[in-house]
Nanobody, 124 residues
Framework: VQLQASGGGLVQAGGSLRLSCAAS????????VGWFRQAPGKEREFVAA???????YYADSKKGRFAISRDNAKNTVYLQMNSLKPEDTAVYYC???????????????????WGQGTLVTVSS
């Protein structure tokens, strides 16, 4: 499967953005899709993930501000980000895997497919 992340940009603190992860492949609905982010000089960190069952998982610090969803008819997963803070500035990546287990979903090492990343910049 090939992934294409989009929707990043420059936004003021307190603003919102919606990222999209568009995928090719007929079996996309069977994939777990995760969002990760990486700020300059920092490790890639987990943001959110969604399973084929539509169950969602979030990093504790993102709960309440971020929402992940999927539209299998469009082969797309979204990340709605609200109340953005300057510390949310990072390159955001979507990733997918068909066989990842729940306990591994927060670890980027277990995802086989990655999009190219989209830059989110939050100004203060």
């Amino acid at each position: 499967v090939q992934l294409q992340a989009s929707g990043g940009g420059l936004v003021q603190a307190g603003g919102s953005l919606r990222l999209s992860c568009a995928a090719s492949g007929r079996t996309f609905s069977s994939y777990v899709v995760g969002w990760f982010r990486q700020a300059p000089g920092k490790e890639r960190e987990f943001v959110a993930a969604i399973r084929r069952s539509y169950h969602t998982y979030y990093a504790d610090s993102k709960k309440g501000r971020f929402a992940i969803s999927r539209d299998n008819a469009k082969n797309t997963v979204y990340l709605q980000m609200n109340s953005l803070k300057p510390e949310d500035t990072a390159v955001y990546y979507c990733a997918a895997d068909q066989s990842i287990i729940i306990s591994s979903m927060t670890s980027f090492q277990y995802y086989d497919y990655w999009g190219q990343g989209t830059l989110v910049t939050v100004s203060s």
